[in-house]
């Protein structure tokens, strides 16, 4: 396959929706008939942290969330090679309403993903679609998949001590509502001192238990996880989630608490 050279044509490649596809698309019919080594080797050595392939992913996301696969490419840019994979949330779609996920090829040889908003896909096809979701949610995007969205065991992903989040969730007799966040958090250059490069989980629940209304009624859950760490509970249900078994999380408070 041809490679697509120069800033012009890769700039929106790098970011979540390719406003201008000029340079890729007098190339499109080709990028979907030529085989590239580049794409075939990111295939088949590519893998999500719970040993997913990109192929898996796609395939199983498309089934849930508004994700139409369009085309593979490779692109170039100072020196550096480029994977990417286009796609839309509906078959009928313009071309300038697609979306990139693309991934840098480093000089050791392996694929560096460079579209911040997909980082989720990292974590496995649960969370990407969870993430995809919830931004349909936020687009006022018709019928979305809030059943999937909802669905306390799409969020096994996120583990604890007392065992897979969606379990103890569904364990808590917790049902999920809105707003849900799946979303992954680069370090801010200008703000050095704040939190980032972590994946976030936030959920709010509504709990069928005795309890602290400020828990059992819109609780707040939220998990983050860095780069080669476990997920730890930031909020403080999220805490009493990750210390206590479905059953106790309130068995043991302090007098504070239950003032407030």
């Known amino acids: 396959m041809r490679k697509v050279s120069g800033r012009r044509a890769l700039l929106f490649c790098l970011g979540r929706s390719l406003i201008c596809l000029a340079g890729l698309a007098a190339t499109g019919d080709r990028a979907r008939a030529i085989e590239s080594p580049h794409i075939e080797r990111f295939k088949s050595t590519w893998r999500a942290q719970d040993g997913e392939t990109i192929e898996q992913i796609i395939s199983n996301v498309s089934k849930v969330a508004r994700f139409v696969p369009r085309m593979w490419g490779v692109a170039e840019l100072d020196g550096n090679?480029?994977?990417?994979?286009?796609?839309?949330?509906?078959?009928?779609?313009?071309?300038?309403?697609?979306?990139?996920?693309?991934?840098?090829?480093?000089?050791?040889?392996?694929?560096?993903?460079?579209?911040?908003?997909?980082?989720?896909?990292?974590?496995?096809?649960?969370?990407?679609?969870?993430?995809?979701?919830?931004?349909?949610?936020?687009?006022?995007?018709?019928?979305?998949?809030?059943?999937?969205?909802?669905?306390?065991s799409n969020f096994n992903f996120v583990t604890t001590?007392?065992?897979?989040?969606?379990?103890?969730?569904?364990?808590?007799?917790?049902?999920?509502?809105?707003?849900?966040?799946?979303?992954?958090?680069?370090?801010?250059?200008?703000?050095?001192?704040?939190k980032g490069d972590l994946w976030r989980v936030l959920l709010l629940v509504n709990c069928n238990?005795?309890?602290p209304r400020f828990y059992t009624h819109n609780g707040v859950i939220t998990f983050e996880k860095s780069e080669g760490q476990d997920w730890e509970p930031q909020s403080s249900f999220a805490k009493r989630i990750a210390a206590f078994p479905p059953g106790s999380w309130f068995a043991r408070m302090e007098p504070k608490e239950r003032e407030e």
């Open 209 to 211: 238990i005795p309890g």
């Open 81 to 152: 090679d480029y994977v990417f994979v286009s796609w839309t949330r509906h078959a009928d779609d313009i071309l300038d309403e697609q979306h990139v996920i693309t991934w840098r090829i480093a000089l050791d040889g392996t694929f560096q993903l460079a579209s911040t908003y997909a980082k989720p896909i990292e974590l496995g096809w649960h969370a990407l679609a969870l993430g995809l979701i919830a931004s349909e949610v936020k687009d006022g995007e018709r019928d979305a998949n809030l059943r999937f969205l909802h669905d306390p």
């Open 161 to 194: 001590t007392q065992g897979p989040l969606g379990d103890l969730l569904r364990q808590g007799r917790c049902t999920i509502v809105e707003p849900v966040g799946v979303d992954y958090l680069p370090t801010q250059k200008d703000k050095p001192t704040e």
